[in-house]
C-alpha cells in the first residue's frame, strides 16, 4: 500500500491470505488471528497477513463468513464512484452477453461473481428485484441503488422502482432482518411481464420463487425446444411452465407438464394461454417420483422426450449422499420409459451435487436402466449468472441433453 488507511486492520491466517491471492474473496471465523481498530459489524476492514495487505472487505463476525472481500486494490475508495462503477461494469457486460430482448429480463448482478458480495439484482423490464445477504451491502444499499438507477437512467432504460426480496433465510444467517416490498416511495403493482425466448410470462415479484423467475435456464430451454419439433413430452417439475413453454413453442406434437404444486400448475396454465398454447399442453398436478413410478409400474412408453428440471435435492455438503439417491431414481425412471432412441434433458441447480457427483450418477442410472447415452449437449447457467473459476460456489448449475440408446 502507498499509504496508510482508515479501516480497522484484522489479522488472518496463511490459508486466508492463499485464498485471497487465488481469488476467493471470502474469510472465514476462524481464519482470523487478531484485530486493530473500532470494528463494528458491518463496517469495512483491511485484511493482513503480517504485514501483507490482502484486501478490503465487509466484516460480520454474525457470519461464519467473517469479512467479504469487494476489492483487492489499495487504491480503491469506497464511494459512490466506486459502487458505480462496480454497477455499470455488470451492466455492460449482460448488455454484451445478453444482447437484445434478453438484456431486459436478466441478472444484472450475481453476488460475488461481480464483486458485490451477497447482493443479487434481476431485472424484470422495468423493474429491478433484489436480494441481500450480506451486512456490508445492506449499510451501504442506499448508494448502490442510487448507483443502479443512474446507470439504467444513463443507458436510456430507466427503471419505475426496486422490490427487495428480503424473504430468503440466508438473511437469519447473517444476523439480518427478513422482510420484502418496494424500497424508498415506490408503489407499483408487482405482478410484470416479460418475454423470454418469444415466450411471455407474468412474473410476480413478490410472491415468486427465488426474485420472481429461475432466469438462468433461459438458452437451456432454447437448447431443450430446439430437438422438441413433432415429439411428445413430459416436462417434470415445470413450475412456470418454461421448459414446457419452450418446446410447444417450438413444434413439439404435445406435452404433458407436471408441478406438485397446485399454484405452479395454475401460473403455468395461465402462460400457456397467454401464449396461445392451451391446446397443446396439459397439465397435472402429482408429485414427479409418484407419476414415473407409476408410469413404470403399467409400462407406460407413451413419452419419447423427457424433461427433469428439479429443484435442489441439496443445500449443503451433509445432503449429498441422499440428493444422489433422488437425482438418481429420478433419471432411471425416465430412462426406462423412455424408448430406444428417445430423448432426456436433466439438469442439477445444487453447488454442492458437482458435475463430476452428477455425471457419475447419471452413468450409474444408465448401466441400471441397461441404456446408453449420447450426449448432445452439456450445459450450464446462462452467462448472465457469471461463473468464477475461482470461486467454485458460482458454478451451480448442470444441464445435459442424451439421446437414450
Known amino acids: 500500500m502507498k499509504s496508510e488507511r482508515a479501516f480497522p486492520k484484522l489479522g488472518i491466517t496463511s490459508k486466508a491470505a492463499r485464498s485471497l491471492k487465488n481469488g476467493h474473496p471470502w474469510v472465514y471465523g476462524d481464519e482470523i488471528v487478531s484485530s486493530e481498530g473500532d470494528i463494528t459489524d458491518g463496517c469495512i476492514v483491511d485484511c493482513f497477513e503480517g504485514s501483507s495487505w490482502q484486501g478490503a472487505g465487509f466484516y460480520n463476525p454474525q457470519s461464519k463468513i467473517a469479512v467479504r472481500i469487494i476489492s483487492r486494490n489499495s487504491n480503491d475508495v469506497f464511494d459512490q464512484k466506486f459502487w458505480y462503477r462496480r454497477i455499470l461494469y455488470a451492466v455492460q457486460y449482460r ?24 447482493f443479487t439484482c434481476d431485472r424484470y423490464g422495468d423493474i429491478a428485484v433484489t436480494q441481500i445477504a450480506c451486512l456490508g451491502i445492506e449499510l451501504n ?5 442510487k448507483a443502479l438507477m443512474t446507470v439504467f437512467e444513463e443507458i436510456g432504460e430507466p427503471l419505475k422502482g426496486i422490490y427487495e426480496r428480503n424473504d430468503l433465510a440466508l438473511r437469519s444467517k447473517e444476523g439480518l432482518e427478513l422482510g420484502k416490498g418496494w424500497y424508498g416511495d415506490a408503489d ?33 430451454r432454447l437448447a431443450a425446444a430446439k430437438i422438441a419439433k413433432d415429439k411428445t413430452i413430459l416436462d417434470c417439475f415445470t413450475h412456470t411452465g418454461s421448459f414446457g413453454l419452450n418446446c410447444a413453442y417450438n413444434g413439439a406434437k404435445h406435452v404433458t407438464s407436471v408441478d406438485i404444486s397446485s399454484q405452479a400448475v395454475e401460473m403455468a396454465k395461465a402462460n400457456a394461454v397467454r401464449n396461445g398454447l392451451q391446446d397443446k399442453i396439459d397439465y397435472v398436478c402429482e408429485d414427479v417420483f409418484e407419476l414415473l413410478t407409476n408410469m413404470a409400474a403399467r409400462k407406460d412408453h407413451t413419452y419419447d422426450y423427457i424433461i427433469l428440471d428439479p429443484p435442489a435435492f441439496t443445500k449443503s455438503r451433509d445432503t449429498v449422499d441422499s440428493a444422489g439417491r433422488g437425482y438418481k431414481e429420478i433419471n432411471l425412471k425416465a430412462m426406462k420409459l423412455l424408448p430406444r432412441g428417445g430423448y432426456l434433458a436433466t439438469c442439477s441447480c445444487s453447488h454442492f451435487m458437482t458435475d463430476e457427483l452428477f455425471r ?12 446408453s447415452l449420447r450426449q448432445i449437449e452439456a450445459r450450464t447457467q446462462a452467462p448472465d449468472h457469471p461463473i468464477l473459476w475461482n470461486v467454485p460456489e458460482t458454478d451451480y448449475l448442470k444441464f445435459y441433453i442424451f439421446r437414450v440408446v
Do not use: W
Open 95 to 118: 448488455k454484451t452477453v445478453m444482447p437484445g430482448d434478453d438484456f431486459k429480463c436478466c441478472r444484472i448482478i450475481h453476488g460475488e461473481a461481480d464483486q458485490m458480495p451477497g
Open 141 to 145: 444499499k442506499d448508494v448502490i441503488y
Open 188 to 220: 407499483h403493482s408487482c405482478l410484470t411481464e416479460i418475454t423470454e425466448n418469444g415466450i411471455k410470462y407474468s412474473v410476480d415479484v413478490e410472491n415468486g420463487q427465488k426474485t420472481g423467475f429461475f432466469l438462468d435456464q433461459k438458452y437451456n
Open 360 to 371: 457419475k450418477m447419471l452413468a450409474s442410472a444408465a448401466r441400471d436402466a441397461s441404456v
